[in-house]
């Protein structure tokens, strides 16, 4: 009692998000053990936040391991944006990079044929030196609720491994096989072990990459509405039915839209909520919240 007490008072006082769960951790331990088994290593990042979502630290892992990166739910990004960032990875992480989207089926060649193409080297070398050939191996990476899961399914036709609309869902490796020639490695999604950097975690946190349980809602719904009203102010006002004069903020949706409790108060976590659950089915519109220039990339 007295903890949860203490823990909820926490978190009000709390601005600052921290996440690790305990999967994560050993997660992250064999990640690095298995790194080495593999011939193709696949990141998957959310188009929506490219750069927020995106290891810093896989390089320095593997070396020299052909990395894809796949640029998921596309489909609730700006499309100006996505090639942008695309070209942006390529260059940066030295890889090769695929706009995807769950609903895009015919991404599904293109992401086998990248495997094959990448892959090709140590597969000749194996044979050269006279090995059995094997399939190729590779490994899917990348932050929480990115889209992994899914992907492989999509990849295999069948739902193999477990999905859902959360941070956290694949809590152990499980190796699939695609074809008899590809083999892929799900992997629970980790988040780097301090989140020092804030305007990453609240990103993370805006598409469900951090437990909930780890912010509070309304804080973070906020910030999504100042992100949104900087980078997209005719869509947000648009969608909430605000004129270009009125001010937008958690308080004036809430008494606009008529979410209010006694009083007349607005009802300012319900709104939260909804404002969060809206923006992440993509029924605000398609955005993308970071910005080369924000990074200093261009
Ligand atoms: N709109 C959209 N939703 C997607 C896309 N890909 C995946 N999703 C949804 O995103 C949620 C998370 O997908 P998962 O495949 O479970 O994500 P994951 O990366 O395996 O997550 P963890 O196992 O928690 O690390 C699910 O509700 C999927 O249906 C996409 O391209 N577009
Ligand atoms: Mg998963």
Redesign the pocket.
């Given at each position: 009692m007295l903890k949860a007490k203490f823990k909820a008072f926490f978190k009000r006082i709390m601005k600052h998000i921290h996440w690790y769960p305990g999967h994560i951790a050993k997660a992250q331990k064999q990640l690095k053990e298995k790194l080495n088994l593999v011939d193709v290593v696949i990141e998957?990042v959310d188009?929506r936040i490219p750069y927020s979502s995106l290891y810093k630290t896989t390089a320095s892992l593997c070396p020299n391991k052909p990395r894809l990166i796949l640029m998921?739910?596309?489909?609730?990004s700006d499309e100006n944006y996505n090639k942008i960032w695309a070209n942006l990875l390529t260059k940066k992480c030295n890889a090769e990079v695929i706009i995807?989207?769950?609903?895009?089926k015919k991404d599904i060649k293109i992401i086998t044929d990248e495997i094959s193409k990448l892959s090709s080297e140590t597969m000749n070398k194996r044979l050269e030196k006279g090995l059995l050939p094997r399939a190729i191996r590779t490994m899917?990476i990348?932050?929480?609720?990115?889209?992994?899961?899914?992907?492989?399914?999509?990849l295999v036709g069948k739902a193999k491994?477990?999905?859902?609309?959360?941070?956290?869902?694949?809590?152990r490796q499980q190796w699939v096989r695609i074809s008899e020639k590809v083999e892929l490695l799900?992997?629970?999604?980790?988040i780097p072990t301090i989140q020092d950097n804030q305007n990453q975690a609240t990103k993370l946190a805006f598409v469900?990459?951090v437990g909930e349980n780890a912010y509070d809602s309304t804080q973070v719904a906020q910030e999504l509405i100042k992100i949104l009203n900087n980078l997209y102010p005719n869509e947000l006002k648009k969608y909430f039915n605000f004129d270009d004069k009125e001010e937008i903020n958690l308080e004036t949706i809430a008494l606009k839209r008529r979410w209010i409790l006694k009083e007349e108060k607005p009802d300012i976590t319900r709104t939260a909520n909804i404002i969060l659950s809206n923006y992440r089915?993509?029924r605000i519109g398609n955005f993308t919240l970071d910005r080369p220039e924000e990074y200093e990339l261009i």
């Open positions: 998957v188009a998921n739910k596309s489909d609730l995807t989207s769950l609903k895009n899917v990348g932050m929480p609720n990115v889209g992994k899961s899914s992907t492989i399914n999509k491994t477990k999905t859902g609309a959360k941070a956290g869902v694949t809590r799900d992997t629970p999604g980790i469900n990459s089915e993509g």
